[in-house]
């Protein structure tokens, strides 16, 4: 199906877990959506969804229902902010299947969801940790993927283990790259060229730096007051430097529009960077 409004998808991913994964995921749809554009946000941490946690919401329904009965998807969503167009698609939480849906499974997923995820400019997939099957499906069908990595140096040696399943298996070699937690922009840079380093070596493939976001206490009260740290705290560091990310992605759905609009939403096709 052509994508008529140019939707953008993307992916948030991470090879470590507790990264910051979801607080992203929200805060930067949330600062796209300030920004003028519709967005979906998708829970797709099937193991352990906890996007309604950090908005303190209770969702009825949730994506095991379109999948396993007769639910309309525009049914299931829920809005977040009145008077624009920002939804969440609740995930099932432990409901072990789901982690790893075989491919007709996740066929009838994306088909499902086709019409409603065309509705919005972009479409924003938090997704679990890891480098699972339903993880590596999800991430292989957005138009742009962002991986999150921190200073540590597990978060090193795990995002390159993801980016290196997915480009060897999948076949992926545009990968975005968001360093959060760090402790200034030093640290951040210096993070983000030992991952690409690495990544140019070994995968001879150059890693894109999106930005950073630094360690912000804003950030884990936001989460305590289970509301995004963009709207509790806006003159936050975290605050100033997600908006910084969102002009950044807006820019790259501008620049790729043409061909955004011959694409499907979500689809196994070559990366928007090559
Ligand atoms: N920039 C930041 N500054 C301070 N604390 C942060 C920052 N980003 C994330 N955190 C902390 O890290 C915790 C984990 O974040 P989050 O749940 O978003 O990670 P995740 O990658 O989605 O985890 P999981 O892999 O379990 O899904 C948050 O509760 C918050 O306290
Ligand atoms: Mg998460």
């Known amino acids: 199906m052509i994508n008529a409004n140019k939707t953008m998808s993307l992916a948030i991913m991470s090879g470590k ?13 949330y600062a796209l959506n300030i920004g003028g554009n519709s967005v979906l946000l998708m829970d797709c941490d099937l193991g352990l969804a906890n996007l309604d946690v950090l908005l303190g919401i209770s969702p009825e329904n949730n994506m095991q ?5 007769d639910a309309k998807p525009s049914d299931i969503v829920i809005p977040i902010e009145e008077g624009r ?3 969440i698609l609740p995930a099932a939480s432990g409901v072990p299947e789901l982690v790893e849906m075989d ?9 499902k969801l086709t019409k409603l995820v065309g509705r919005y400019q972009f ?11 339903t993880v590596l499906s999800f991430a292989a069908m957005t138009q742009m993927r962002i991986v999150v990595i921190t200073p540590e140096p597990t978060s090193l040696t795990d995002s390159y283990a993801l980016i290196k399943v997915l480009h060897s298996n999948h076949n992926v070699s545009d990968f975005n790259i968001i360093v959060n937690q760090a402790a200034n922009s ?6 983000f060229d030992r991952l690409n380093m690495a990544c140019e070596k070994f995968l001879n493939i150059r890693l894109k730096n999106m930005g950073f976001v630094r360690y ?11 509301i995004p740290f963009l709207k509790f705290a806006p003159k936050s560091d975290a605050s100033r430097d997600i908006l910084n990310i969102a002009v950044k992605i807006q820019k790259t759905r501008m620049e790729n529009m ?3 609009g011959e694409k499907p939403v979500m689809k196994k096709f070559p990366a928007l960077a090559d």
């Open 85 to 87: 167009k920002f939804d």
């Open 103 to 111: 491919e007709d499974m996740q066929e009838m997923l994306f088909s």
């Open 123 to 133: 479409l924003v997939l938090d997704l679990g940790a890891g480098i699972n099957g």
């Open 186 to 191: 030093k640290e951040a840079k210096d993070t």
């Open 17 to 29: 877990g507790g990264v910051g994964k979801t607080n992203l995921s929200l805060n930067l749809s």
């Open 216 to 226: 912000d206490p804003s950030v884990t009260e936001a989460v305590r007051r289970q």
């Open 258 to 260: 043409g061909k955004l």
């Open 65 to 69: 229902d379109i999948l396993l009965s």
